[in-house]
């Protein structure tokens, strides 16, 4: 008796941690609480800051993209936003031989041309999306492919060196980095709970046909989700311009699916309508503790692919559970 | 051996607790045609739907040929011998004709599909409907027409012992009308049951051996067709039916208007409609399926574009402004389809209540919510629509029942204090207590000064509710009646004349 009774508890909390919506944090801490033993140095500070410091561009990356993938879209051109902003505000800051070498407005510059390399590539996906009503997947694979062959093509595939120090200091220290981050995430989880704005972008996502019965300026909406979404991936592209100390146009190349991945992972709908940036928040922690975990482990580079899939598709597949148990089908 | 192709015995079907058929008893004999008579949402195309395979009842007996017969889906019924001709035609108009007929069924030769045989025995089935085309005619090519004529012969391609019709003219000319009236002559006099739906009773009695009225889900009257005149089939599809109540009016319509329509067309769909609503006022637009009431509703709303006309709201042209703007001078429009364009389902309750509203509990210029206060306005909102209490506002809408969920979509526009509500089918759907207070509301709101357009097939809840009706009939102002001349029957009898006389003249087809 008392033994089915205890089974049944257990079951009952199990059920409790799976419909959670922070479902992906108790992921993180069980992932930890495993690897903390074995993998070496892994829950030293030293390893922890290295950890943040991973994380945080891909935070604000991630963040915008929720917002994209809350409407019911897609932005597949981000890590394109970032290698082209990342050159482009880099090639005209350099000491070698940029435009405003070693000028004062030379920092304020340079990180302005990155915002606003971000905002231009988002604003061009977010008219072809709401007002050509082209379809996102194609339209943002298409400017993927352009704009990361513009950064390579005009900066023949060379990084580019000798940064001013101010440029690099958002992206260098960490603890900069970190207040960044944490301004873009806190200003667009702000956006989607506080605003007029996030209700549009809910009610978008959720059901356009009756956002536009009640009033809803779709277009407006979702212009301005893929402009935010680009913007955040330009500063995403300062921090790790900091980071790196170069202007490089492969920044963030093999990282669109972590970032896409991060979003899903944290319990933003891919078919839109629901999603929050704390989440994403958990599925960015809970893919960067795997990687940097694996890496302490000593795995290749395809080993860890290969786990990081695999346990993507566990995540989602505890979210397709999750997603029966709370609609209760 | 029975003498019944189709015997059909106690049929319950209830949609989201509605009931739409109330143990239904109905044999057909074999080789007969027996025409299907009855309002809009009398159930006859859930009575089809059920035979065709597409519904299931949730009680009662199906007996096909005697034996008993439980067909899960339209294939399983079709391979039982019964062909669907639906009211709109599922046809892929970007296959050929050939590919069509035979999609479920290709004739293959070690899993190749054998394009000979194919195209003869194509040719053939057409030969049968008397459609004289090449098998490989692209689908997007033919005419309505031409296009029924193609689901009968794909209907052919299984052999059917019954073929079941669901108002096959609505998009025909004369000439393919007459056509189609001879293949169905063919048909019968190869043995065919058929079930023929249909709101011409000039077609009916023409064709038909004996004929069925439903009227709320129940069998009004059946009998061989030469019994049934014109007006003793329309006087059982109006008679008396659901003995619902309806509240008083509290005050009356006021002189001046406060939308003033005229002229508003849009191609093929509406022409030349033209009439003024009143503050104050309830106004019915009355109209068979396809007439053209909710083109017109979204005419109104802006979410079409009209081709001609004006739209004036109190004094304002407003033609050219979008839904939004609209919704800012004080429009609302109540969708027919809750869960298509009415509500978020996934959202909550709280953010579906105050999509509308949220634009005006701002603080410029960020767009900041002002949530206090607009959880108030939730709250009181949802105290005036009596929605049910145990749901909290953080809850998915889709978690209520049908009565509750058109409560949250009136609640959302109430919230705006419009001063023109278009209400697509305000009660569908939803439970009788629940449509009580619905019929409340709206009176409430014609009282606070509000002008009422009320669109519905329910012909009872507009001579109940309005204090004019419109009738629409093809997309035209057909006829108008004031209160003092309320008349179920007249008011039936003139949709569907207007329906009748718009499908006579074979040039004035719609393009």
């Known amino acids: 008796m008392t033994q089915t009774q205890s089974t049944r508890r257990s079951v009952r909390i199990l059920r409790r941690i799976v419909a959670s919506e922070y479902l992906v944090l108790f992921l993180c801490l069980a992932w930890f609480a495993v690897l903390a033993p074995v993998a070496p140095g892994f829950a030293t500070p030293r390893n922890l800051t290295n950890i943040l410091a991973a994380l945080l561009p891909l935070l604000v990356v991630a963040t915008g993209q929720t917002m994209v993938l809350i409407t019911g879209g897609i932005d597949l051109s981000v890590t394109s936003i970032i290698a082209l902003a990342s050159v482009a505000g880099s090639a005209l800051v350099t000491g070698a031989g940029g435009l405003l070498d070693a000028s004062p407005l030379a920092v304020p510059a340079g990180i302005l041309t990155m915002l606003a390399v971000g905002a231009g590539v988002g604003l061009l996906n977010g008219t072809c999306v709401a007002i050509l009503r082209m379809p996102p997947f194609m339209v943002t694979l298409a400017t993927m492919m352009f704009f990361s062959g513009l950064a390579i093509w005009s900066t023949q595939s060379r990084s580019i060196h000798d940064l001013p120090p101010g440029l690099l200091l958002a ?159 | 051996m029975t003498a019944f192709a189709i015997e059909l015995q106690d049929i319950d079907k209830r949609f989201f607790g509605v009931p739409v058929l109330r143990k239904i008893s109905l044999s057909i004999f074999c080789g007969e045609t027996l025409g299907l008579a009855g309002e809009n949402g009398a159930g006859k195309s859930t009575l089809m739907n059920i035979l065709g395979g597409n519904l299931q009842p949730d009680s009662g007996r199906l007996l096909l040929a005697g034996q008993p017969y439980r067909p899960r889906n339209p294939q399983h019924a079709a391979k039982a011998g019964i062909a669907f001709i639906h009211q709109e035609l599922n046809l892929f108009s970007n296959l050929s004709v050939a590919e069509n007929v035979f999609l479920t069924d290709f004739p293959t030769r070690a899993g190749i599909v054998d394009r000979r045989v194919l195209r003869r025995r194509t040719r053939e089935l057409l030969d049968q409907a008397g459609l004289d085309l090449p098998p490989d005619t692209p689908v997007h090519r033919l005419s309505s027409g031409q296009r029924q004529l193609v689901e009968i012969a794909k209907a052919l391609s299984l052999d059917p012992k019954v073929i079941l019709f669901d108002e096959p003219t609505t998009s025909l000319t004369q000439r393919e009308k007459e056509h189609l009236f001879s293949l169905i002559a063919r048909l019968r006099s190869r043995g065919i049951t058929l079930i023929y739906i249909s709101h011409v009773l000039a077609d009916l009695s023409r064709i038909c051996d004996r004929v069925a009225v439903l ?297």
């Open chain 2, 215 to 511: 009227r709320d889900g129940q069998v009004a009257g059946i009998g061989p067709m030469a019994d049934f005149s014109h007006d003793r089939l329309i006087t059982l599809m109006a008679g008396r039916s659901l003995d619902l109540q309806f509240p008083p009016p509290i005050s009356a319509p006021a002189p001046e208007a406060v939308l003033e329509v005229d002229g508003l067309s849009r191609r093929g769909r509406i022409s030349g409609i033209r009439f003024q609503l009143h503050r104050g006022e309830i106004l019915g637009i009355a109209g068979l399926m396809g007439s053209g009431r909710t083109e017109l509703a979204r005419l109104l709303f802006g979410l079409d574009r009209l081709c001609a006309g004006s739209i004036r709201l109190e004094r304002q042209p407003i033609q050219h402004l979008s839904p939004r703007q609209r919704i800012a001078r004080g429009m609302a429009f109540l969708t027919e389809d809750r869960r298509e364009e009415g509500l978020c389902l996934d959202g909550s309750i709280g953010e579906n209540i105050s999509l509308v509203a949220a634009a005006s509990h701002t603080r410029r210029p960020l767009g900041w919510l002002r949530l206090d206060s607009l959880r108030q306005a939730v709250a009181m909102i949802r105290d005036r629509v009596r929605l049910t209490p145990t749901a909290r506002d953080s809850q998915p809408v889709r978690t209520l029942s049908g009565g509750n969920q058109q409560k949250v979509v009136l609640a959302k526009w109430l919230l705006v204090h419009p001063r023109v509500l278009l209400l697509d089918e305000p009660a569908r759907g939803i439970d009788v207590g629940a449509k009580h207070e619905i019929y409340n509301l709206i009176r409430q709101l014609a009282a606070g000064g509000a002008g009422i357009l009320i669109i519905s097939s329910e012909i009872e809840e507009l001579t109940g509710l309005c204090d004019r009706i419109l009738v629409l009939a093809s997309g035209r102002l057909h006829d108008e009646i004031p209160k003092t001349a309320f008349d179920p029957e007249r008011i039936l009898r003139s949709a569907m004349a207007g329906a009748a006389a718009a499908a006579a003249p074979p040039n004035s087809a719609l393009p």
């Open chain 1, 171 to 329: 992206g260098g220290n960490v603890w900069i980095s970190a207040a960044v981050a944490l301004t873009v995430a806190l200003a667009a989880h702000l956006v989607l709970r506080r605003t007029l704005l996030g209700r549009w972008i809910h009610a978008a996502g959720q059901n356009p046909k009756a956002a536009l019965v009640s009033g809803v300026p779709l277009q407006r909406t979702l212009i301005l989700s893929y402009l935010i979404c680009g913007l955040a991936a330009g500063v995403a592209a300062l921090l790790i311009t900091g980071r790196l100390e170069t202007g490089s146009p492969v920044h963030g190349r093999s990282q669109l699916l972590d970032i896409i991945g991060a979003v899903v992972i944290g319990g933003t709908s891919l078919y839109g309508g629901r999603g929050a940036v704390a989440w994403t928040a958990g599925g960015v922690l809970f893919l960067t503790l795997i990687d940097n975990s694996l890496n302490l482990l000593s795995l290749s580079h395809f080993a860890i692919m290969m786990v990081k899939g695999a346990v993507i598709l566990f995540a989602a597949f505890l979210d397709t559970l999750r997603s029966r148990l709370t609609t209760g089908t």
